[in-house]
C-alpha cells in the first residue's frame, strides 16, 4: 500500500511539473503562433505578416544573411574547435589544464562581451586597426559587418566543440586507431576514415548547439553588425523598436525560426541516430609526446587559442581600471568606473545574483524531480514531460521572451515587468542542463540501493531524499554549474522582459556601451566574468574534477 501511495505522489509530481511547463512555455509559445495570424484586436484571421515577411527582399535578405554567417561560423568553429581537441587529446600540451579552463569560461561568458572587446581592438578606432592602419599605410574600417560577426562567433564558439570532441575522444577505443595504424592508416587518412565516423554524433550535437547559438545570438549582430541584418535582431525591432512596432510580424518571424530550428534538430537527430556508435574505453586514447615540428606547431596552434579566448577578457579587465573623460579612454588608473558601477548599476548587479540563485534552487527541484520520474517512473506522461522540457534547448531567447509578453502581458495574467517573468525565462531555458546531467547520474545508479534502503523500514520518500539525492549530486552539479553561469550571462530573453527595475548586469553592459559609457561597461563584465571564474574554480576544488563533460 505504501508503494501504491508513493507511486500515485509521483504521479502527481510528474503532472505538477508538466503544469509548470504547460503554464510558462507551452501556453506561451502557442501565443507565438495565434498572434502570428490573429488580431486580437480585430478578431480575424489574416497571414499578411508571412506574406509580408516573404514577398519583401529586405525580410528574406534578412533570412538568408543569418544563414550565411550561422552556418559558415558552424563549419569553422567545428574545424578549429575539432581539429585543437584532436591534438589536446593525442599529445601531450604543456598548460592542458589551463586551455581547459580558458575554453570552459570562454563558453559560459557572455557573447557580447567578445563582441565589445574585439571592437576595443578592430574597431575603427580600435589599437590594433590603428597599429595596421599606421604600420601599413592603409585605411582598415574594422571588423564591422559579416566578417566581425564570422570572426566573433568563431573564436567565442570553437570552444563549445572543443569541450565536446575532446570529451568524445576521451571514450575513444584506442585499439580501433592502433589498428588502423598498423595497416598502414595514418595521418589525415586515418583521421577522415576512422576518428571521424567514430566522433561523428558528437561532433554533429556540438555543431548543432553552435548553429543554435549563433542563430539565436542578439548582441553581436547588435553590436557590429552595422547594418548586417540578422533574425533576432530584426525581432527585436519589430517587437520593441523605438520608430514603430507590429507584434503580429514579429510572431510570424519568431514562427519562422521555431519551424527552422526545430526542422534542423531532427535532422540532426536523424542523421546522429542512423550513425550512433558505442564505444568502450577500455583502452583509452592516450596523449603521447610529440617531438619537432609536429610539438612546435601543436603548442602553438593551443596557445594561439589560449590567447585570443583570453583577449576578452584581459580587454575589458584593463579598461575597468583606465579612467574615462565621458566615452573615452584617458592616462591613468583608478576604481573610477567601479564606483560608477556600483552607484548607479548596483540594482542590476544585486539583481543578477537574486534572479539567477532563485532560478537556480527551482532548476534543481524541477530537474532532479523530472529526472527521477522520467528514469525510475517511466510512463506516458514522464516521455511527454521529457520531451517537452528538452524543447526549449533550441527556441532562441529572444522568441521565448516574446512568446511570454504575448501570454503575460494583460489580466489576469500579468506578468510582464515583474522578476517572476525573468526567472521563469531562465528556468525555461536553462532546466535541460540540469535533467540531462540527472538523468545521466541516475541511470548509473543501481535501483537495488533504492530497494535496500525499503527493505530497512524507509518509505519512498524518505528513500529518494536521504538516499537517491545524495547519491545524484556529483551528477546534478555540473548540470547546475551550467545553468546557473549561462543565467548570469543571458541577454536575448532578459532584454525583451525586463523593465527599469528588472535590469541585470548583461543587460547594464548592453545599454552602457550602446551608449558608449565603456568605462562602466568593462566594470561590471569584469564583475561577471570574475563571477565565472570563481564559482569555477570553487566548484574544482570543491569536487576534484579538472574538467567538466558536456
Known amino acids: 500500500m505504501k508503494k501504491r501511495r508513493f507511486l500515485n505522489g509521483w504521479t502527481l509530481i510528474t503532472a505538477a511539473c ?15 503562433f495565434i498572434n502570428s495570424v490573429y488580431n486580437f484586436e480585430t478578431g480575424a484571421f489574416s497571414m499578411k505578416s508571412f506574406v509580408k515577411f516573404f514577398t519583401k527582399r529586405y525580410y528574406t535578405n534578412t533570412v538568408w544573411n543569418s544563414l550565411k554567417v550561422t552556418s559558415l561560423a558552424t563549419l569553422s568553429t567545428a574545424f578549429f574547435g575539432g581539429t585543437l581537441a584532436y591534438l589536446a587529446r593525442t599529445i601531450r600540451l604543456r598548460g592542458k589544464r589551463v586551455l581547459d579552463i580558458v ?17 576595443v581592438l578592430l574597431g575603427r578606432a580600435g ?19 559579416f566578417s566581425g560577426i564570422l570572426l566573433v562567433f568563431t573564436i567565442k564558439l570553437s570552444p563549445l566543440v572543443y569541450l565536446y570532441v575532446s570529451g568524445a575522444l576521451k571514450n575513444l577505443d584506442n585499439s580501433l586507431n592502433e589498428a588502423s595504424e598498423s595497416m598502414g592508416c595514418r595521418g589525415v587518412r586515418k583521421i577522415v576514415t576512422v576518428i571521424l565516423p567514430l566522433i561523428l554524433p558528437t561532433l554533429l550535437a556540438s555543431a548543432l548547439l553552435v548553429f543554435m547559438r549563433a542563430l539565436a545570438d542578439f548582441g553581436t549582430p547588435m553590436l557590429i553588425g552595422e547594418g548586417y ?28 525560426i521555431v519551424a527552422f530550428t526545430t526542422a534542423i534538430f531532427l535532422l540532426q537527430r536523424w542523421v546522429a541516430g542512423r550513425v550512433n556508435i558505442e564505444m568502450s574505453s577500455m583502452n583509452p ?38 579612467n574615462t573623460q565621458g566615452s573615452m579612454f584617458v592616462e591613468g588608473f583608478s576604481l573610477t568606473s567601479y564606483v560608477k558601477a556600483f552607484n548607479s548599476m548596483g540594482s542590476s548587479i544585486a539583481n543578477t545574483y537574486m534572479y539567477s540563485i532563485a532560478a537556480l534552487f527551482i532548476i534543481l527541484v524541477i530537474g532532479i524531480l523530472v529526472s527521477y520520474s522520467s528514469v525510475r517512473r517511466p510512463s506516458v506522461l514522464t516521455a511527454v514531460l521529457d520531451t517537452t522540457t528538452m524543447f526549449p534547448y533550441i ?15 494583460k489580466p489576469p495574467l500579468t506578468l510582464s515587468g515583474t522578476a517572476m517573468i525573468i526567472i521563469a525565462a531562465y528556468v525555461i531555458r536553462r532546466l535541460p542542463y540540469t535533467i540531462r546531467s540527472s538523468s545521466a547520474i541516475l541511470r548509473q545508479i543501481s535501483p537495488s540501493v533504492e530497494e535496500a ?51 541585470t548586469m548583461t543587460i547594464s553592459i548592453y545599454t552602457e556601451v550602446i551608449r558608449g559609457n565603456f568605462g562602466v561597461a568593462s566594470a561590471l563584465s569584469t564583475i561577471l566574468i570574475l563571477s565565472t571564474i570563481v564559482v569555477l574554480l570553487t566548484f574544482f576544488k570543491l569536487t576534484g574534477r579538472s574538467e567538466i563533460e558536456l
Open 229 to 256: 541584418r540578422t533574425l533576432p535582431v530584426l525581432i527585436y525591432n519589430s517587437f520593441i523598436g523605438e520608430v514603430s512596432q507590429d507584434h503580429s510580424f514579429a510572431a510570424a518571424i519568431s514562427v519562422i
Open 18 to 32: 508538466f503544469l509548470f511547463f504547460l503554464f510558462f512555455f507551452l501556453y506561451p509559445i502557442s501565443r507565438i
Open 127 to 145: 589599437v590594433v586597426t590603428e597599429f595596421i592602419n599606421k604600420l601599413f599605410g592603409i585605411q582598415f574600417e574594422g571588423i564591422y559587418g
Open 395 to 409: 527556441i532562441p531567447g529572444s522568441v521565448l521572451g516574446i512568446s511570454m509578453l504575448l501570454a503575460f502581458n
Open 103 to 119: 575554453m570552459l569560461i570562454s563558453v559560459l561568458s557572455p557573447p557580447f562581451i567578445g563582441a565589445y572587446s574585439w571592437i
Open 285 to 322: 586514447l592516450e596523449p603521447k609526446k610529440a617531438t619537432g615540428i609536429r610539438n612546435v606547431l601543436a603548442h602553438a596552434y593551443a596557445y594561439v587559442f589560449i590567447l585570443l579566448e583570453l583577449l576578452p577578457i584581459i580587454v575589458v579587465t584593463f579598461n575597468s581600471f583606465q
Open 453 to 503: 534502503s525499503q527493505s530497512l523500514g524507509a518509505n519512498g520518500a524518505e528513500t529518494f531524499v536521504k538516499v537517491t539525492v545524495p547519491m545524484m549530486i556529483s551528477g546534478v552539479l555540473p548540470g547546475a554549474l551550467m545553468s546557473w553561469m549561462s543565467i548570469i550571462s543571458e541577454l536575448s530573453a532578459s532584454i525583451m522582459l525586463y523593465v527599469g527595475t528588472t535590469k
